[in-house]
């Protein structure tokens, strides 16, 4: 995605006469993505407020920059953004954590938010950052629980594999860091996911306060996005062919 000029670096909150601007050119361009410019925003608002703010304009946004603020906010507000910038960014924080090597294009990353901030960020946000991976990788027992419950009571008999494995899951109701963000690492970093799992193997308990049936997620369930956009069917493709019976009648 090619940066815009800096003519079309937008402080927040937005002026009138700049959101007349950026609808004229939401209008003119399919994909548009607003470029704020995160130092002089926050000289105003607080990153948790400039999260919030964009979450309630809907707009697509990068940033010219980041910090660690801004990086927690993402990862624990309950309000959603689209900004893919922040979640490759998370990405790149998880490679750091389990020290697995970055491709040439997330190096590029590193220009904004460099090593020695990413060490620090690990440093001074551990629980931040472990509750996070864990959170990712119950995505697994909630997909699979959500596919099983979506099956007919015949199909469920044929499933014991299945029903055997989900008999073991856990379901926790407790308060957590983390945020209906985690739904953008799922889906724009699914290799994060991937590399979670074979670190820490099958996980067996998700917390409904993240994963549960609330259409939070831009007007939709989480189980709804994981499933249009293939993770479902990526997490039972972690298992042997036979494990999943009718995992080729129940794809979305």
Known sequence: MPMPDESTCYELPLSPQHLVQIYKEKNEIEDFVLWVDY???????SAQHIIIYLANTNFKTTFSGVDEDLIKAYISSDFMVDCPLLARIVVLIIKFYYKHDISEQ?????????PKLIWKFL???????EELINTVASSVPFALTKLYEGLTEEQKEVETNLKELLDDIKVVDRPTMCGPNIARLLTTGYDALLLIISQKGLVKEYNKQIYNDSPKYFGKDLYNIMCVSKITDQIVAFFPDDFVVLADDNKT
Request: cysteine-free.
């Open 106 to 114: 997330e190096s590029q990353l590193l220009y904004l938010f460099p």
């Open 39 to 45: 130092a002089k925003s926050k000289e105003k608002l």
């Open 123 to 129: 440093e001074d946000n551990s629980a931040l950052v």
